[in-house]
């Protein structure tokens, strides 16, 4: 079975830090994305990556960075957390194809006071 | 925006069969079309993916019409454990890459 995993399951952060979320994937697949789910708003795509240092926006990019140095790590950067950046956010890969399936991980759910 | 309109929750009973339909009338010739089922506080899982016609695996069956231009997911005599969110994606290209947006799903509950 394919897995990925993320870094931690809970963070609290307070405003101004710089955050890391990481994400591991262990199926050598191509795509990775980051998504945040927020309730009533549903899942919204924040990155994504085709390659390794590729990096392409999603929906809602402001206020986040990635970074993909290796194919199976995709992290994503708060570089100054605020509150309304207090989310579950949710890792995926996936392989190449037109047939593509999303692979996520348990979600970090990340709180900034 | 999503490609794709679901409704947005649907009530159930045990036993029942239970049929969600998803929109998607600007689907490419390429897209397949995937359903996802996502639990509280866990990340969506892969439910069924199909192209066309009718595809039918453990869990799920998935109609559609010739057109592609909807799906329905069918779930065959539902339990409490399949109360959860059920989302239908489609790709959605951009820059050249199948760029894979979540609509607001469709939550359903099931009842004793």
């Known amino acids: 079975d394919v897995k990925v995993t993320q870094s931690s399951r809970y963070l609290v952060k307070r405003t101004g830090e710089k955050v890391f979320l990481e994400c591991v994937q262990d199926m050598d697949h191509e795509n990775m994305f980051w998504y945040r789910q927020d309730p009533g708003l549903g899942l919204r795509l924040i990155y994504f990556s085709y390659d390794v240092k590729m990096k392409e926006k999603g929906d809602i990019p402001e206020g986040y960075s990635v970074s993909r140095e290796k194919k199976e790590r995709f992290s994503l950067i708060l570089e100054s957390a605020s509150t309304n950046q207090t989310s579950m956010y949710l890792c995926?890969?996936?392989?190449?194809?037109?047939?593509?399936?999303?692979?996520f991980g348990s979600g970090t759910q990340l709180s900034v006071l | 925006l999503a490609k794709t309109t679901q409704p947005i929750s649907m009530d159930s009973y045990e036993g029942q069969e239970v049929n969600i339909t998803c929109s998607h009338n600007n689907i490419a010739t390429n897209d397949y079309i995937t359903w996802y089922q996502q639990f509280p506080s866990q990340g969506p899982r892969f439910i069924i993916q199909g192209y066309k016609t009718k595809v039918t695996n453990e869990v799920a069956s998935l109609f559609i019409p010739a057109d592609r231009k909807s799906s329905t997911l069918s779930l065959p005599r539902v339990s409490l454990s399949d109360t959860a969110v059920y989302y239908c994606?489609?790709?959605?290209?951009?820059?050249?890459?199948?760029?894979?947006?979540f609509g607001a799903g469709t939550r359903l509950a099931v009842h004793p």
């Open positions: 995926a890969s996936s392989y190449t194809g037109p047939d593509e399936k999303l692979f």
């Open positions: 994606l489609v790709g959605e290209t951009s820059g050249g890459y199948n760029k894979l947006i």
